[in-house]
């Protein structure tokens, strides 16, 4: 991505954030919008920080994460102010003075101190919705984060800008090519560990900056839906290969599951072969004015279709959603937001005023309910598990006869299979960021 597109999109995208805020405050009866970029915290009893983690409401507007310390204020009919924390410090790099094709948006104070903030802030803190954690707290300015503020501005940020679409897809370009260097290690032999760090070399980014934990599971590890253990020794026997990585950008994530089979003409490669025809039919519904509660429920129904083909099953797609054994194999969620967060903010809510919209009966672990809408990014991340505390409550049931007990303990080595693409819903066909990367850098 040319810093030039960037530098054209990016004024909309404040324009917009301006728009939107102007409306929140409004709601809430507030004069100023106040966003501290965070503070870094110490571990109880040492002196060892933990990893830095920037207020997401502040670098929805510039693309700064590590700079804690500063502050967004935002009035409407002026210009936003970045109050910007430069010390004087020769312990640590300082941050480096703001530039770039982002600067001419805002006001910018440098200041030496936290301390220094406090001049720069509005006058009447109680004219100020002041959006942030209590640890960010400096005198007066204690963050309240009045709901009619957050809900208004949670619930738009559902809907993404030009701008941050294309960070999205920056940070894509970067979660892809760490993933073809995690499967060219898996395919070498390597151990989690050694798979993990291959990964992180290709991103460039170490795991604190990466938007979340890797997920790099060998073998039955894969049944592990948030495996992070990381053997340092590889099995003796190396069958399937799950990762669960992103990447990031300026502050915007993306999210990628891939699965792949150590012997190219087994049986689970033609079972991931088969949940990945389902993953692209699932990521075509990810268009304007569906209820993503169906889709997750469809994708129950493909899920089961596949198990039913392998054996696995003895009962129609129909009968294991309603009787809940399909749940025993495909225990998540289909899919969450993604942008500034990897699980993205607002993901139930009924309106801009708040309000929820619940999850479907029997499906606890399901992100997001909402309807979609142009500009919404959504995750697809259908799989199928081998995980024996949930078969053996199946086991126990009235539906024990229904699963083909044998064709699963033929599967349980390989753990399972889950595959992720970060989905774009516009006015017309979906725009999958992943698979257009993934072709990008050679199929």
């Not at 929140?24 to 040492?46: C, K, M, N």
């Not at 919705?129 to 940020?157: C, F, K, M, Q, T």
């Not at 229904?402 to 299979?417: D, K, T």
Request: proline share 6%.
């Amino acid at each position: 991505m040319a810093i030039s597109e960037l530098a054209q999109a990016y004024p909309q995208h404040v324009a917009e954030l301006v728009r939107r805020s102007t409306i929140a405050l409004e709601r809430g009866g507030f004069d100023h919008l106040v966003v501290p970029s965070g503070t870094v915290h110490y571990q109880v009893f040492d002196d060892r920080d933990y990893p830095y983690a920037v207020n997401p409401q502040f670098k929805a507007w510039a693309p700064l994460t590590r700079s804690p310390g500063s502050w967004l204020v935002f009035t409407p009919g002026s210009k936003p102010k970045l109050v910007y924390l430069q010390p004087f410090d020769y312990w640590h790099v300082v941050p480096q003075t703001p530039s770039g094709y982002w600067v001419e948006q805002f006001d910018i104070v440098i200041i030496r101190k936290p301390e220094e903030a406090l001049q720069h802030l509005p006058a009447d803190v109680a004219r100020c919705a002041i959006l942030g954690e209590a640890a960010s707290a400096l005198g007066d300015y204690l963050p309240d984060n009045p709901a009619a503020v957050v809900n208004y501005l949670e619930y738009h940020r559902a809907f993404k800008t030009d701008y941050e679409i294309a960070m999205m897809r920056e940070a894509t370009r970067v979660g892809v090519r760490a993933h073809r260097a995690a499967e060219a290690a898996f395919r070498s032999g390597a151990s989690e560990f050694d798979i993990h760090m291959a990964y992180c070399i290709a991103a460039r980014q170490d795991a604190n900056e990466l938007p979340y934990h890797n997920i790099v599971a060998l073998n039955e590890h894969a049944a592990v839906l948030h495996y992070t253990e990381l053997a340092t020794t590889p099995p003796e026997e190396i069958r399937s290969f799950l990762i669960d990585a992103g990447g990031s950008f300026g502050g915007y994530a993306s999210d990628i599951t891939r699965t792949y089979a150590a012997d190219r003409d087994s049986e689970f490669q033609a079972l991931i072969e088969a949940v990945d025809v389902a993953q692209r039919q699932m990521c075509n519904e990810v268009r304007a004015g569906f209820d993503y509660r169906e889709l997750h429920l469809g994708a129950h129904l493909k899920l089961a279709g596949v198990l039913k083909d392998f054996g696995l099953i003895d009962m129609s797609p129909e009968a294991a959603l309603e009787t809940g054994v399909s749940n025993a194999f495909f225990p998540h969620g289909i899919g969450h937001g993604i942008g500034l967060q990897v699980h993205d903010v607002a993901g139930f809510a009924e309106s801009d005023a708040g309000g929820v919209i619940p999850r479907p009966d029997g499906q606890p672990f399901l992100r997001s309910t909402r309807t979609l809408e142009p500009g919404m990014v959504m995750t697809i991340e259908p799989g199928v598990y081998i995980i024996d505390m949930l078969l053996d409550e199946v086991r126990k049931g009235e539906h024990a006869g229904s699963l083909n007990w044998g064709r699963i303990a033929e599967f349980r080595p390989f753990g399972g299979v889950r595959i992720e693409d970060d989905v774009v819903c516009t006015d017309g066909d979906p725009i999958n960021l992943t698979r257009d990367e993934f072709t990008a850098q050679g199929g």
